[in-house]
Nanobody, 120 residues
Framework: QVQLVESGGGLVQAGGSLRLSCTAS????????MGWFRQAPGKEREFVAS????????RYADSVKGRFAISRDNTKKAVYLQMNTLKPEDTAVYYC?????????????WGQGTQVTVSS
């Protein structure tokens, strides 16, 4: 069974930092696109960041550019999201996602999410 499991969420004050981790089990995604999304209460899920298989290509939502950094360690089947200078509007459930094949740019596998709450 394929699973993506996120960890590292929590409560932090504005201006603080958190590092989210996502570990895959059941199969490898070492050649697949992986990413992070988030969903705030009452809002639709939105893209946060993505990273290609080598880590050489990353994309970010405008709202997090310069503050968040996505990375991956294929030997550990893990992807990370370093979040700095957090703002209250970053409060959301954060989801890890993976594309199903090495060619796909759409995400087929999703984690259960980890809550990030930023207090003002």
């Amino acid at each position: 069974q394929v699973q993506l499991v996120e960890s590292g969420g929590g409560l932090v004050q504005a201006g603080g930092s958190l590092r989210l981790s996502c570990t895959a089990s059941g199969r490898t995604f070492s050649r697949n696109l992986m990413g992070w999304f988030r969903q705030a209460p009452g809002k639709e899920r939105e893209f946060v960041a993505s990273i290609n298989w080598s880590g050489g290509s990353t994309r970010y939502a405008d709202s997090v550019k310069g503050r968040f950094a996505i990375s991956r360690d294929n030997t550990k089947k893990a992807v990370y999201l370093q979040m700095n200078t957090l703002k209250p509007e970053d409060t959301a459930v954060y989801y890890c996602a993976a594309a199903g094949t090495i060619w796909r740019t759409e995400f087929d596998y999703w984690g259960q999410g980890t809550q990030v709450t930023v207090s003002s």
